[in-house]
């Protein structure tokens, strides 16, 4: 399988501060990354790094096999037209309405037929069930809902790489349920590579332990599924550092006393 | 302890003024180039020229009217109660409109431009617009940058003229002047020099209004106290750099002869 995204030996530091430690990992095209860790442990940082909107001071960014790091600003465009990144907070434009935050990207690109990109907004819309806040701005919104038109305005262009910063954080559970169902139908209708940031178990034990049916239009449990997903692997930051790196089997099992604190 | 606390200032005080001659320079070389931001810049010459417009023209004005309860006091004691239209016109034209003009857009704009951009800062809205592939030094700063240079000197022109004619009902109402007495000591008292000076100041304020908003947002830390802290430093940042580089300019033109 080719490599999604590959980091190697990746540092960076915050004045005197080491931020990122010598980070090193591979995903696989379509498979699902979760990024763990304490808050301040790194890991929204490395998302950053992921996507060449921080610049680590050394090591490579291997995004589809190409190095991000020496890029200029322009040149990591055309990379990041092939990614998406969900903030924690949603970083929807205040100033635009969701239509236009959600079209934004297509006005960048110059389409040109109102209608047809009318249409393409609302279909996007309703793949995150939003389409009746077309004509809302952010404001208006609940957390969730600014999370779910973060995730219309980021999938508009089919993006290959989902990155997301603490989806769910601070949410409640029927949202965060959403959000999780919005995740798995991006990983198992669309095949997207995924990088999940978060900090609750129960974004990974559903993410894990369920799929998306598409005949049934919500998760259903992954051992019964007829189709299997690719691999899900664990990533653990401790103050920049990896402290674990495995496998669903290798996370579930550890016996170390740090992540065993993260699945109690 | 003290030495390294003098060096660590001193670092950052050097580290801003290279950034910050990055981003003028980047912005400068960027606003002749594609993708331009055509309606951005318009929204913000409707922002920062026309929404400046009632605070100049009153400042501009109610500064010619004091200009002129000034110099009438100095001027009746040599009998020159008539040159009352020239003191105010060379005033407003050569310092005042310029300086004033700008000073006022920047505690308006400069300060406004900041908390906007750090807002946006800190809210991850700057990161979330260069992952959708937008470069925030062309949808952000260029328009700003364009749009305070093309409304300035337009903003510094009424603002004379509000402050001429602010003189000019001071000096018919109080000092009894004529309407052709003061016109006509103001107009022939102005020269091609005069006004040339009057309106290449506009052009340097407006690169130093914008750009220190720009840069003090672009750098905004701290969540929304830091917001606060970058709108109150651009202001202050613009208003200083504001009057240190006009005497530079002042002192250059004269140097050169332009008088």
């Known amino acids: 399988m080719n490599s999604a995204i590959e980091l190697r030996n990746v540092s960076l530091s915050f004045e005197s501060k080491r931020v990122l430690d010598n980070i090193s990992f591979v995903l696989g095209e379509g498979e699902t990354l979760f990024l763990l860790g304490v808050t301040g442990s790194g890991k929204s940082v490395l998302l950053k790094v992921m996507l060449g909107l921080l610049k680590p001071d050394s090591g490579q960014v291997l995004i589809k096999g190409q190095d991000l790091v020496p890029l200029s600003e322009e040149d990591l465009q055309p990379l990041r037209r092939r990614m998406g990144i969900v903030f924690q907070e949603g970083a929807l434009f205040d100033s635009l309405s969701v239509f236009e935050n959600v079209a ?72 965060c349920l959403t959000i999780n169902v919005l995740i798995a139908k991006m990983r198992d209708l669309q095949h997207v590579t995924s990088v999940v940031v978060t900090q609750r178990l129960q974004d990974v034990y559903e993410l894990v332990k369920f799929v998306y049916s598409g005949e049934k239009q919500t998760l259903v449990p992954a051992d019964g599924a007829a189709t299997s997903r690719p691999a899900t692997y664990f990533l653990m930051l401790r103050d920049g550092e990896v402290f674990f790196h495995g496998n669903e089997q290798d996370f579930t099992h550890s016996q170390n006393p740090y992540v065993r604190k993260f699945l109690t | 302890m003290i030495g390294a606390m003098i060096t660590g200032a001193l670092k950052r005080w050097v580290q801003a003024v290279q950034e910050f ?87 308006r704009n400069s300060s406004g431009i900041a908390s906007e951009i750090g807002s946006m800062v800190v809210s991850e809205q700057v990161d979330a617009m260069r992952a959708l592939g937008t470069d925030p030094l062309r949808k952000l700063v260029i328009p700003r940058l364009a749009a305070t240079v093309a409304t300035l000197p337009l903003l510094t022109i009424l603002a004379d003229f509000a402050g001429m004619l602010g003189g000019y009902f001071v000096s018919f109402y109080t000092v009894h002047l004529t309407t052709e007495e003061y016109w006509t000591s103001a107009y022939q008292s102005l020269t091609y020099q005069d006004v040339t000076q009057g309106l290449i100041k506009p052009f340097f304020f407006a690169v130093i209004i914008s750009m220190v908003g720009c840069f003090q947002g672009l750098h905004t830390t701290g969540g929304t106290e830091g917001v606060g802290r970058a709108t109150t430093r651009a202001m202050v940042v613009a208003s200083v750099l504001i009057v240190v580089v006009d005497f530079f300019i002042t002192k250059l033109l004269v140097g050169i002869g332009f008088f």
């Open chain 1, 104 to 175: 934004y990207r297509l006005r960048e690109e110059h389409v040109a037929d109102e209608g047809a990109m009318e249409q393409r907004v609302r279909e996007v819309l309703r793949f995150v069930e939003m389409e009746a806040a077309l004509e809302k701005s952010p404001a208006e919104l609940s957390g969730g809902m600014r999370r779910r038109v973060a995730i219309a305005r980021t999938i508009i262009s089919t993006p290959e790489i989902m990155l997301y910063d603490s989806p769910t954080g601070g949410l409640d559970p029927v949202t």
């Open chain 2, 21 to 107: 001659t990055f981003l003028l320079s980047d912005s400068v070389r960027y606003a002749f180039t594609a993708p331009r931001y055509l309606v951005d810049t318009l929204i913000q010459m409707d922002v920062i020229g026309f929404g400046s417009l009632p605070i100049v023209i009153l400042i501009g004005f109610f500064t010619g009217g004091v200009l002129a309860l000034q110099s009438y006091r100095t001027l009746s004691t040599f009998g020159e109660v008539g040159l009352m239209g020239k003191v105010v016109a060379l005033s407003l034209v050569l310092e005042l409109g310029p300086v004033l003009t700008a000073l006022m857009v920047a505690g």
